[in-house]
């Protein structure tokens, strides 16, 4: 039995100090029912982001009227993240970029997470899926190219395995990777 309410989390997104682990900084650009976050990397100026290169990029949005975070693009700059990999921490960026989109979600309320493993390429789709079920979600169904997928192709814009989790236990589980050492 579930209980009603999610664990708590000692910290809010604000509070996430995923930027002082990775000496970046985090924008998060929120516009209503949507949420994009970026991580800039620091220039030669100590603290001045103004001019500095865009590392990772993550959008998802809240779909209407249901509670699920709908997490649609991850972005990480691989030649900007081979360049920066001796002055940062990179090994989970992906994870901890995950993160900070859960954790938008569960500020919101958001207590279910739904991705696309996007069908593209099926070696990609194969891998994507697998380092998927690793991280916590589970399979939910293939969306396709029958009639009945029409309404998951225009939301998720293709081909792909379904996969949601719990936001809240998938916070949990990687707490390792974003929260602060006490």
């Not at 009227?65 to 990480?76: A, E, K, S, V, Y």
Request: a neutral charge.
């Amino acid at each position: 039995m579930s209980n009603l309410f999610p664990p708590p989390l000692k910290l809010t997104l604000e509070e996430t100090p995923l930027t002082y682990k990775f000496t970046l900084k985090h924008h998060d650009k929120t516009l209503g029912y949507t949420t994009g976050t970026t991580h800039r990397t620091r220039n030669e100026v100590p603290y001045d982001f103004r001019f500095a290169s865009e590392l990772d990029t993550i959008c998802g949005c809240r779909r209407l009227p249901t509670n699920i975070l709908h997490m649609d693009t991850m972005l990480i700059d691989r030649s900007l993240l081979k360049t920066i990999s001796s002055e940062i921490d990179t090994r989970n960026l992906g994870v901890m970029l995950g993160c900070l989109g859960l954790r938008w979600g569960y500020d919101r309320g958001l207590n279910k997470v739904e991705f696309l493993a996007i069908d593209d390429d099926d070696f990609q789709h194969k891998r994507l899926v697998r380092h998927w079920r690793r991280l916590g979600l589970k399979e939910v169904r293939y969306v396709g190219d029958e009639v009945k997928d029409v309404p998951d192709r225009l939301v998720w814009g293709g081909r792909g395995m379904l996969m949601e989790g719990d936001t809240a236990g998938l916070l949990e589980k990687w707490k390792g990777v974003w929260e602060v050492d006490e």
